[in-house]
T-cell receptor
Framework: DTGVSQDPRHKITKRGQNVTFRCDPI?????LYWYRQTLGQGPEFLTY????????KSRLLSDRFSAERPKGSFSTLEIQRTEQGDSAMYLC????????????????FGEGSRLTVL | AQSVAQPEDQVNVAEGNPLTVKCTYS??????LFWYVQYPNRGLQFLLK??????LVKGSYGFEAEFNKSQTSFHLKKPSALVSDSALYFC????????????FGDGTTLTVKP
């Protein structure tokens, strides 16, 4: 399967612990996105990479959140000192750059990593 | 700033009837518009997009959407609904000049009854 894969699919942790999620995008896609989705809401943008460069970050991404894409391939999203409000589905998506530079492409989503903070 | 509104949390239709799921948007520049579908315990899947050109775009599974610039709308339609179309549908918008953030609506649950 050459789709976007995310690991782990489910994570239960205690408040104050650190968690890390991994995303492997579609191999030929140079853009990678992280979104957060809570029940009854649409996905909320967190951050975006083009290759290894993190080009945009949402204000939702507090200083407890950090994302990396060290070699322009897979990405990790780390949450430090988790809080109960961090409980959500964390979605990763990728897209190709496209001929127009800015890209016209749709997002290809993984199945998400569900975080529960107790 | 960009935003998307999906005014209906729930749409119910009978199998075989036409369906419409509404979406309106706000964006500073020219929009790229998308519809995605989410089945239970599955990731979001792309259905169709409007980039430029014809206002009526066709996508997967017989769905189509009509772009209306004056009304800033991008309603999803299907002439004849199937029970298997029952799912959660999201509309999204991105500014043409910004490769980054897409903004999603809060979703509309479509239920097609046999």
């Amino acid at each position: 399967d050459t789709g976007v894969s995310q690991d782990p699919r489910h994570k239960i942790t205690k408040r104050g612990q650190n968690v890390t999620f991994r995303c492997d995008p579609i191999s030929e896609h140079n853009r990678l996105y992280w979104y957060r989705q809570t029940l009854g809401q649409g996905p909320e943008f967190l951050t975006y990479f083009q290759n290894e460069a993190q080009l945009e970050k949402s204000r939702l991404l507090s200083d407890r959140f950090s994302a990396e894409r060290p070699k322009g391939s897979f990405s990790t999203l780390e949450i430090q000192r988790t809080e109960q409000g961090d409980s959500a589905m964390y979605l990763c998506a990728s897209s190709p750059q496209g001929l127009a530079g800015a890209g016209t492409g749709e997002l290809f989503f993984g199945e998400g990593s569900r975080l529960t903070v107790l | 700033a960009q935003s998307v509104a999906q005014p209906e949390d729930q749409v119910n239709v009978a199998e075989g009837n036409p369906l419409t799921v509404k979406c309106t948007y706000s964006v500073s520049g020219n929009p790229y518009l998308f519809w995605y579908v989410q089945y239970p315990n599955r990731g979001l899947q792309f259905l169709l997009k409007y980039i430029t050109g014809d206002n009526l775009v066709k996508g997967s599974y017989g769905f189509e959407a009509e772009f209306n610039k004056s009304q800033t709308s991008f309603h999803l339609k299907k002439p004849s609904a199937l029970v298997s179309d029952s799912a959660l549908y999201f509309c999204a918008v991105r500014d043409m000049t910004n490769a980054g953030k897409s903004t999603f609506g809060d979703g509309t649950t479509l239920t097609v009854k046999p």
